[in-house]
């Protein structure tokens, strides 16, 4: 018999290994961190990109003051590093548009505040109980920590996308798509499936508790829409025909003056280019389409005579396993995330063609659900029935309701830490800095 592999699950590892895995985690997390605040000088670093982004700076110093609130102070009961600068590093104290106003740490002691955080941080670790406490059962503040760096960085990415000083990014391209062609759609039967999770150790309170979801039969794009199909809803004057947008969606597109995507500039013979990172590329037509709001992801699908999936909807072309009857952790299965299955990490720092990873298709064939783009759901961030907080408040609580929508699967910029099969990340309809796309749906009735 062939045992399934599974990924690395926290609550399987002994304590030595646990410790282990998180200190790696931990280290590796750092490094990019480091290289995206070692990618500009000091002006860049200390400077605001754009009113919708910190300073780079204060991205990093903040990443250090979680780290110690958490883990130097509450698991270690240590004294504080610099209880002092705690306000200052609040993201609820300090909007980011006023956060450049702030007397932030320079570069230079940013970078000795976060090390001197992180080896205090080690020591703990070495000795810290792990069992007996829900907060560092399997880990989880450790795992919550890591997440939350590595959810800054991603929000790094986005000030470098924005930046226009400084030297441009460069990384290798992306795998390019296979050779055989694939469906449009897919269809995903009607039938109930287990939404969020209960037993993943890492996972946060708003992917909390695994429930069932009855869900209609409906269809679901292969892959996520691109630059390609886009281009077509632009030449059919989509921008310009309020019948594909919401009330909501058309204000914004006047208030705003959308006529494409963020970052995309035209050439006289009619050619796409868009600035990815300082650089000028052309527009690959076989790329999911980036940095499109919910509103224009909305408008799209209204044109191709379509929708948007909802949140359940999505989960459930990714998770359920229809031979099975189980949820798995990832679209592909329980194993963690590789580079031969979903483009994440910053690795590559754009969306990979269409098709290009079908080692991480679902169980129903829907492929590139994970990494690549984040893709927009037609849901608004809800608690799931029986939600708790846990740890605090602030981290999902405050942003349940009617403004913000969720979106799911990660993108080239999302860490596997942070990202799995039940993971829910949130924005306002109106944000194009972040590295989204989406894929549309229709009711198979
Ligand atoms: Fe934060």
């Known amino acids: 018999m062939i045992r399934p592999t599974t990924g690395i699950d926290p609550h399987q590892l002994t304590d030595d290994t646990l410790r282990e895995h998180i200190a790696s985690e931990l280290i590796r997390t750092r490094l990019r961190s480091v290289a ?60 980011r548009a006023d956060r450049p106003a702030l007397p932030l740490l320079s570069a230079s ?83 109930p499936f287990t939404m969020g999770t209960s037993t993943e150790a890492w996972a946060l309170d708003n992917e909390r508790p695994a429930h069932t979801v009855q869900v209609e039969a409906f269809y679901l794009d292969t892959v996520p ?29 006047n208030r705003a003056k959308l006529s ?36 224009e992801a909305q408008a799209y699908a209204a044109w191709a005579g379509r929708r948007l999936p909802t949140e359940a909807e999505w989960e459930k072309a990714a998770r359920w396993d229809p031979a099975s009857r189980r949820s798995r952790r990832y679209p592909w299965g329980d194993e963690d995330p590789t580079p031969e299955r979903a483009n994440l990490g910053q ?11 079908p080692a991480g298709a679902s169980a129903y064939g829907v492929h590139q659900l994970i990494g690549d783009v984040w893709e927009w759901t037609s849901s608004a961030f809800q608690p799931y029935a029986g939600f708790e907080v846990f740890p605090y408040d ?40 972040i590295f989204a796309g989406f894929r549309t749906a229709r009711d198979a009735s």
């Open 260 to 295: 494409a995507p963020l970052f995309w500039s035209r050439d006289a013979d009619g050619s796409w280019w868009r600035r990815s990172f300082g650089n000028l590329i052309p527009v690959r037509n076989d790329e999911p389409v980036l940095h499109v709001c919910l509103f």
């Open 347 to 357: 690795q590559h720092l754009r969306p990979a063609p269409a098709g290009s990873y």
């Open 225 to 253: 829409v691109t630059n390609g199909d886009y281009a077509a809803f632009i030449d059919d004057g989509g921008y310009d025909d309020q019948r594909w947008w919401t009330a909501s969606g058309w204000q914004h597109r």
């Open 36 to 95: 995206l605040t070692d990618a500009v000088d000091e002006p860049d670093l200390v400077s605001q990109h754009s009113p919708l982004m910190s300073p780079l700076v204060w991205d990093y110093a903040h990443i250090a003051n979680q780290e110690e609130i958490w883990l130097v102070r509450d698991v270690g009961g240590r004294e504080a590093v610099r209880s002092d600068i705690d306000d200052m590093y609040d993201a609820f104290k300090n909007p």
């Open 109 to 191: 002691q940013t970078r000795g505040y976060v090390g001197e955080v992180r080896e205090k941080v080690l020591e703990v670790l070495g000795t810290a109980e792990l069992n007996g406490r829900r907060l560092t059962e399997s880990g989880f503040v450790f795992g919550m920590v890591i997440q939350h760096e590595q959810q800054h960085d991603e929000t790094m990415l986005a000030t470098h996308q924005l930046r226009r000083s400084g030297p441009p990014l460069q990384a290798p391209a992306p795998r390019p798509a296979i050779a055989t062609p694939l469906p449009a759609e897919v269809l995903i039967p009607a039938g």
């Open 394 to 433: 602030e981290y999902s609580k405050v942003f349940f309701g009617e403004s913000y929508y969720v979106l799911r699967g990660g993108s080239f910029g999302t860490d596997r830490a942070a990202c799995r099969g039940t993971f829910r990340n949130w924005d306002f309809p109106i944000r194009r800095q």
